[in-house]
């Protein structure tokens, strides 16, 4: 790929709210990089986007679109990539499912989703959308590791205005519950493969009859890539959420379950379907085939089998059944709307909902509304200790409190898909009692377990270049700035002791092991928390999941939210992906901007993400424009800070729009005022004073309309022209940016 052929900065287009703020603020960008002679292209890695590249020839020539996540996912290996990524969806089967029904109402001729594919044909269909599902754009695009820390300007404004924290007691009732063995953690192998062991590698089960199925072929093993394999026993898993339910019942809390379906795409839809059947335990048990036949898949949550059981001819019968059931409260999702936490897989993530109730005071809501403790069931212990111990933190010496409180970086280790997050290909449910195993290009099998039928089973790898890339950039981040750093490492896991031999080769290697610690997850974040809580600045160097967990819990606990945070992947081949943030709340605020007009999702990461992305520009391809714009992107920023001029929460009140326009006007004033370039000063003096002469008018034509419905088009697959209308309602401002 040529560096003529791609535009400077390549803007993604994605889902809900960060794509809907894309409709106001993307102009603004190209406005503003074009006298620099910056070009800023998109590419579109939504989930309408890549469901609609994935089946070209179901289309018309008109509605077919390029497979732009290959594409990005080949610039990102050269060193020409410079691409700010804002926060996607990752789908769970029931978001599939409903931009499916979206785009074919729109007149897209997509196939169904087959939820249980029986003929060939279905087979293929659900082997493609199944590519679209979950984690399918991160691990493209992540060729380099993270380096994600809140700019100082956040961090100091949070400081100077907290945001509110619940109360914490020691006698909170909330706890976190995890199965005491035969989980993942307790069953996990692993190894570091040595050049006789490398090449084309399989992955088999053997049945009790010794019949063999291959369940993966042609699975490059490099050397010095460590290969785990682990599972998770279907009956102990059960076992435990029954006892869960009880022991929730017993302590008169609530129940809640917290997993990642939407990145962990084939092994925690199965969990999460288990949950569902331990909380109907006897009306599964009397029914489930029933309702399985009508449509009604566990997996999919609460909502598709109560929609399922509702076709049935005996309905009322069930939910009668149902309604009879001795249960404790649930932590709820929306409480108006009678959405539970077993509702939809994808409405409960792990790294968005357990800092939420953290940052409660252990709090979560029940049917009624309600504020009361929980039991947080998180079923596989590899990284529930962090919760937990945050958690006995807490109630031990109360909630952090924000105005004093240091802060957390991370340097997380994710290229080249490592980890658990790339083990999508390598997870099955056990066909059958045998063994699962996986055998290497010379024959020899490194890891087998003893499984039964229905236990999940994956393997998982991460390569050589990536684990050295990451210490190398941790050891960088420590050195600049002189922080407590900790590997997040257990040595009594096996993944973790294979990675603690490269940390510490690498680090007596360049002297300075003395530096850094070396800690197990639960007693790392008990460190972390006790220098925090002192004011000082911690720096946790894990691996992809306790990046993603840990990106939030910090960020949320110490901003009020972690979409302010500023991400940066240093990618491998010398370019730059430049991370916005996260996007979990952002169905919240596509349902207020709708029904209200209102959309209060925060620019933050993208005002962040575009001032590091023109400061790599100016340093990677010369452009000293692009310093000069960098710089000026920076000073908004800090404008829009210290002014407060980030959205408020409710309609009637300033918005995303609105801070939009205040961006726009502190760039153009910061460009005005600098002497660096005297072009880009001239060129952007007037359009300065244009917007401030036209505060007020702009101002009042971005509030029209608030608390009133909006129509977008669509929810997946928005109408440009009507998201135009509704994101960019100013006159005044359109004709000074044009």
Wanted: glycine letters at 8%; proline letters at 4%.
């Amino acid at each position: 790929m040529a560096q003529s052929d791609t535009p400077d900065i390549i803007y993604t287009k994605v889902d809900e709210a960060p794509e809907l703020a894309s409709a106001s603020f993307l102009p603004i960008i190209r406005r503003f990089t074009a006298p620099a002679g910056i070009e800023v292209g998109t590419r579109d890695i939504s989930l309408a986007g890549r469901i609609i590249a994935t089946f070209p020839e179901n289309l018309t020539e008109d509605q077919r679109q390029s497979d732009d996540l290959a594409w990005l996912g080949e610039l990102v290996k050269t060193p020409e990539a410079n691409v700010i990524k804002l926060p996607n969806i990752s789908a769970s089967t029931p978001q599939l499912v409903a931009a499916i029904k979206e785009l074919q109402g729109k007149g897209y001729a997509l196939p169904d989703y087959p939820e249980e594919p029986k003929a060939d044909a279905e087979k293929a269909i659900r082997a493609r959308y199944d590519t679209i599902k979950g984690s399918a754009v991160n691990p493209v695009l992540r060729e380099g590791n993270s380096d994600r820390r809140a700019a100082k300007a956040v961090k100091n404004f949070a400081q100077a205005n907290p945001h509110s924290m619940g109360t914490w007691d020691a006698s909170s009732k909330t706890k976190v519950s995890s199965m005491p063995g035969n989980d993942f953690y307790a069953n996990e192998v692993s190894a570091t493969i040595t050049a006789a062991q490398a090449g084309t590698a399989r992955i088999e089960f053997e049945g009790a009859d010794g019949a063999v199925t291959v369940l993966k072929e042609a699975w490059p093993l490099e050397e010095g890539t460590i290969a785990d394999a682990t599972f998770m026993s279907a009956s102990a898993l059960s076992s435990f959420l029954a006892e869960a339910i009880e022991d929730t019942k017993s302590d008169g809390t609530m129940f809640s379950l917290h997993m990642k379906a939407t990145m962990m795409k084939v092994s925690d839809p199965i969990i999460f379907g288990h949950a569902v059947k331990a909380w109907l335990g006897p009306v599964w048990e009397t029914h489930g085939a029933a309702i399985k036949a009508a449509g009604g898949s566990p997996n999919s949550g609460l909502a598709d089998v109560l929609a399922a059981i509702d076709t049935m001819d005996n309905a009322a019968e069930i939910r009668a059944e149902i309604d009879a059931l001795e249960r404790p409260s649930m932590y709820m999702v929306d409480s108006d709307k009678g959405i539970t936490n077993l509702h939809v897989p994808s409405d409960v993530i792990i790294d968005a909902s357990m800092p939420a109730v953290i940052r409660a005071g252990g709090k979560g809501w029940d049917e009624t509304g309600a504020k009361g403790d929980t039991n947080c069931v998180i079923p596989d212990r590899c990284y529930a200790t962090v919760y937990d111990e945050t958690i006995n933190f807490f109630k031990a010496n109360g909630a952090l409190d924000v105005t004093t409180a240091g802060a957390v970086a991370n340097v997380g280790l994710m290229a080249q898909k490592a980890e658990e997050y790339g083990s999508h290909p390598t997870t099955f449910e056990a066909p059958g009692t045998g063994t699962m195993r996986i055998v290497l290009a010379n024959g020899e099998t490194l890891h087998a377990h003893s499984v039964e039928a229905g236990d999940i089973w994956r393997s998982c790898t991460v390569k050589k270049a990536p684990i050295e890339n990451w210490i190398e950039l941790a050891m960088d981040r420590q050195r600049l700035t002189g922080s407590e750093a900790i590997f997040w490492l257990d040595a009594n896991r096996a993944h973790d002791a294979q990675l603690i031999d490269y940390v510490k080769a690498a680090l007596q290697a360049a002297g300075v092991a003395d530096k850094f610690a070396i800690m197990a997850p639960r007693e790392a974040t008990a460190q972390t928390l006790k220098t925090i809580t002192a004011g000082k600045d911690s720096i946790a160097i894990t691996g992809n999941v306790l990046r993603d967990y840990l990106t939030d819990l910090f960020p949320i606990l110490e901003l009020g939210t972690s979409a302010k945070m500023l991400s940066i992947v240093k990618l491998m081949q010398g370019g730059g992906l430049f991370e916005t943030g996260a996007g979990g709340s952002a169905p919240k605020h596509v349902q207020q901007l709708h029904g209200e007009n209102h959309l209060r999702w925060d620019s933050m990461g993208e005002f962040c993400a575009l001032g590091e992305s023109l400061n790599f520009l100016a340093d990677a391809r010369g452009n000293a424009k692009a310093g000069v714009l960098g710089a000026a992107a920076e000073a908004a920023t800090q404008g829009i800070l210290d002014d407060n001029r980030s959205p408020s929460r409710k309609a009637g009140q300033p918005d995303n729009r609105h801070s939009h326009y205040w961006f726009a006007r502190y760039w153009a004033e910061a460009l005005a005022a600098q002497s660096d370039d005297a072009d880009l000063a001239a060129e952007f003096a007037p359009l300065a004073k244009a917007l401030a002469e036209g505060e007020a008018a702009i101002l009042a034509e971005l509030s029209e309309g608030s608390g009133a419905a909006a129509d977008t088009g669509g929810y997946f697959h928005n109408d440009d022209a009507k998201t135009a209308q509704v994101m960019r309602p100013s006159a005044t401002l359109n004709a000074i940016i044009g």
